[in-house]
């Protein structure tokens, strides 16, 4: 601790809201005398009301110097010894020190959310660079660093550190508290989305594109007669991957002699997908299938004529046209 001096001055802390935090004013003893208490007050920008000297009050006022107790704490102290002040002061340091902590724990929640969420959107494809970057470094040095040597810190030192930490906390809580918000919504939003897109047949099933025959009423390549063509044909070569037009759960993997072997998943919204004359399946019935994921090989098996895939998409168990759907 540094000498007293001889005479020592009188120090006015005055603890506002976490906005404001700690304003401290030194004055001689005869000048405090001097000062009428509206000059005092004038000098914090607001009218205090309270007066606290007795050590119980003081106490529990060092009690309240968290930032949640700060927000609603409007008073003023006036301390007469300095040693006093000064121990007061490190005890905002230390508990600004336990913030510290706190806020760096909290900031790991945040730093977690936000890589997810960058890593969310690297996989959608989207451009990275739009991301909040780095928005916890804008908390001004690092916290660890203030349990040190605060003891042979002078008082001013000690009370700018105290009033600015005191205002990045505050600043760093409510940016965090709004991200902590935010970020699970969005995240939530986008895989709700994300959910939604795949869920619905968007995905052609096969590597060709090879269209032989489309949706409709058409002649019967076998018999020639007219009939209707619930699904589209694409050729391709037998053993060629079929993949899962959407999200789903397999329904149905099976055997016709017209159908051939063929697989049915089920989707939301009352929606089905039909892959018909199939080589081999490589699901089964319950299985939970992703968009693009390889249900079985192309074939030439039931009523058919040539290696080709039959897609349907089937809403409310009526079949619909596929290319309204898939791409
Ligand atoms: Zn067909």
Redesign the pocket.
């Known amino acids: 601790m540094k000498p007293k001096p001889a005479k020592q001055p009188l120090t006015l802390l005055v603890l506002r809201d976490a906005q404001h935090s700690v304003k401290q004013v030194h004055l001689s003893k005869p000048l405090l005398i001097a000062v009428p208490a509206a000059a005092i007050l004038s000098i914090t920008g607001l009218i205090l009301s309270m007066q606290i000297q007795s050590s119980r009050d003081i106490s529990e006022l060092e009690r309240q110097l968290t930032l949640q107790h700060l927000k609603s704490l409007r008073m003023e102290i006036t301390v007469s010894d300095k040693e006093a002040a000064i121990e007061r002061l490190n005890q905002a340091i230390i508990q600004l020190s336990e913030e510290a902590a706190q806020t760096d724990a909290h900031m790991k929640s945040v730093r977690q959310l936000e890589e997810q969420l960058r890593t969310f959107i690297q996989e959608q494809g989207f451009d990275p660079s739009e991301s909040s970057e780095d928005i916890s470094s804008s908390q001004t040095g690092d916290p660890s660093s203030m349990g040190g040597e605060y003891i042979a810190v002078y008082e001013q030192d000690m009370l700018h550190l105290a009033e600015e930490t005191l205002d990045d906390f505050e600043r760093i809580r409510n940016l965090m508290e709004t991200m902590e918000k935010a970020i699970p919504r969005t995240l939530d939003h986008a895989a709700q989305a994300q959910h939604q897109r795949e869920s619905t047949p968007s995905r052609w099933p096969t590597e060709s594109r090879r269209l032989t025959?489309s949706f409709g009423y058409r002649s019967d390549p076998i018999n020639g007669r007219s009939a209707f063509?619930?699904?589209?044909?694409i050729a391709g070569s037998r053993g060629d991957p079929v993949y899962a037009a959407a999200s789903g759960t397999v329904s149905a993997v099976e055997f016709s002699s017209a159908r051939g072997r063929y697989v049915i998943i089920d989707h939301p919204d009352g929606l089905q997908t039909w892959y018909?004359?199939l080589d081999r399946a490589s699901v089964e019935a319950g299985d939970q299938i992703k968009q693009g994921d390889i249900i079985g090989a192309l074939g030439n098996t039931g009523r058919?004529t040539g290696a080709?895939l039959?897609?349907?998409v089937v809403k409310n168990n009526r079949p619909v046209n596929p290319l309204h759907f898939v791409d």
């Not at 063509?229 to 044909?233: N, S």
């Open positions: 025959s063509h619930a699904g589209i044909d018909l004359h058919s080709h039959h897609f349907e």
